[in-house]
């Protein structure tokens, strides 16, 4: 980063103008998108990365959207899961994982929800068929086989579930491939970084307006307190904080 610099991701807003040659969009569209600089009150944004934001979503609830929606979709399509099929989505308490739960359950698969042991009771809420406590020892050991894993965790938990994955299975990671992956080259690894698809922002968004997926929102905070906001995340816990202009 050069200093000054902006950060940020992710942003819902209205547009207030349009370049020369912008289709499909005019002032007073309420849009959302993946962006770059986005803590800010007026931003410029390539069309090509804008979607739409769906009638009867909030606004300002759709700026928390776009980045965790869309990875969390590509990571469980990454695995290539289907009916008949079981997946863990490691760290499905968090918005990446939720998604990716989701995803998985669009495709027809059976989803093991992969939390800390402290997260149980609200992982029973997200749509998985089961949960297991990943830091419970004697509750990994006991999975059977698995045909995918997808993980948004990474470390120890990643190197010990890459070891039930089925021949031939696949392991999708959002943090690359768990240390010991050389030792199971019978799975596929696949890396995966989040790509703005327009049809999948508003595909998952309809999904949250509809109720079928949620991605909790925690605080909402004005622009000046970024710094606050910042340091709060970094805590962790469930639930988006987000910056309103």
Do not use: H, W
């Amino acid at each position: 980063m050069r200093f000054p610099s902006l950060i940020g991701v992710d942003i819902a807003g209205t547009v207030v103008a349009i370049g020369a040659g912008v289709e499909g969009f005019s002032a007073g569209d309420q849009v959302f998108a993946m962006a770059d600089n986005t803590y800010a009150e007026l931003c410029v944004i390539n069309a090509a990365v804008l979607a739409k934001v769906p009638k009867g979503l909030d606004l300002i609830e759709a700026a928390a959207l776009p980045l965790v929606t869309t990875t969390g979709d590509q990571l469980a399509t990454a695995t290539g899961v289907r009916a008949g099929q079981t997946i863990i989505v490691v760290g499905a308490a968090g918005s990446v994982g939720r998604s990716a739960v989701f995803t998985a359950k669009q495709r027809g698969a059976t989803v093991i929800a992969g939390v800390m042991k402290k997260q149980t009771d609200e992982a029973k809420t997200i749509g998985a068929d089961r949960v297991v406590a990943t830091d419970e020892v004697t509750a990994l050991a006991s999975l059977a086989s698995l045909d995918a894993v997808a993980d948004t965790v990474g470390g120890i938990t990643a190197g010990k579930l890459i070891a039930r994955v089925t021949p031939g299975g696949v392991f999708a990671s959002v943090l690359g491939a768990p240390g010991n992956a050389a030792e199971y080259p019978s799975v596929k690894v696949v890396p995966v970084f989040s790509k703005f698809d327009r049809k999948t922002l508003e595909f998952m968004a309809e999904a949250v307006r509809d109720g079928k997926l949620v991605i909790p929102i925690s605080r909402r905070l004005p622009l000046s307190e970024a710094a606050a906001a910042q340091a709060a995340a970094e805590k962790g816990g469930i639930g988006k904080i987000l910056l309103v202009a």
